[in-house]
T-cell receptor, first 111, second 114 residues
């Protein structure tokens, strides 16, 4: 099935650094979602975005719904060890309400 | 908080066995989904349901069937398990209101078919 283009594929950062990842597509979407998945667990919703241009924060996390409706980014400020995991973007188009997924960004924090 | 539960966290079955994976959500959500997740392939949609007794094929329905007899419960059935169905299976549920939808996931069932 169709996938979103998520980058980077993985990130190796020092604790305390800021993190930025993004998802792009050639298609327009109505909803962008960001999830985090820990090993052996299901994805947990971090932030949901429903309007183009919307900027939403959840603690140290900030995400934006691109103005063109074709992209979204997620920023994590001042990373901590528990931020380790795989982050997925997902998007929904109203026409069929199916969720389209990015391939994930694996975040690893160096001690 | 939305709660989506799956009947088993880990399951080991033999080739040819019939396998049932159960998913229950407690938020009266209309929509329920079954995905499988494999390394390098991300999440792939197997089947979804928008209402009781209603089902729609996702991207990879072959080898699977589903059942939704009650709103809160969505079952995934492997009629005759095969080794290529070894995977992590994730159930999700969602509610669509005013065009807004967010999917909430269960903890996953890791299935090994020998």
């Amino acid at each position: 099935g169709q996938q979103l283009n998520q980058s980077p594929q993985s990130m190796f950062i020092q604790e305390g650094e800021d993190v930025s990842m993004n998802c792009t597509s050639s298609s327009i979407f109505n909803t962008w979602l960001w999830y985090k998945q820990d090993p052996g667990e299901g994805p947990v919703l971090l932030i949901a975005l429903y309007k183009a241009g919307e900027l939403t924060s959840n603690g140290r996390l900030t995400a934006q719904f691109g103005i063109t409706r074709k992209d979204s980014f997620l920023n994590i400020s001042a990373s901590i060890p528990s931020d380790v995991g795989i982050y997925f973007c997902a998007a929904i188009r109203y026409s069929n309400y199916q969720l389209i997924w990015g391939a994930g960004t694996k975040l690893i924090i160096k001690p | 908080d939305v709660k989506v539960t799956q009947s088993s966290r880990y399951l080991v079955k033999r080739t040819g066995e019939k396998v049932f994976l159960e998913c229950v959500q407690d938020m009266d959500h209309e929509n329920m989904f079954w995905y499988r997740q494999d390394p390098g392939l991300g999440l792939r949609l197997i089947y979804f349901s928008y209402d009781v007794k209603m089902k729609e094929k996702g991207d990879i329905p072959e080898g699977y069937s589903v059942s939704r007899e009650k709103k809160e419960r969505f079952s995934l059935i492997l009629e005759s398990a095969s080794t290529n169905q070894t995977s992590m299976y994730l159930c999700a549920s969602s509610l669509t209101r005013d065009g807004q939808e967010t999917q909430y996931f269960g903890p996953g069932t890791r299935l090994l078919v020998l």
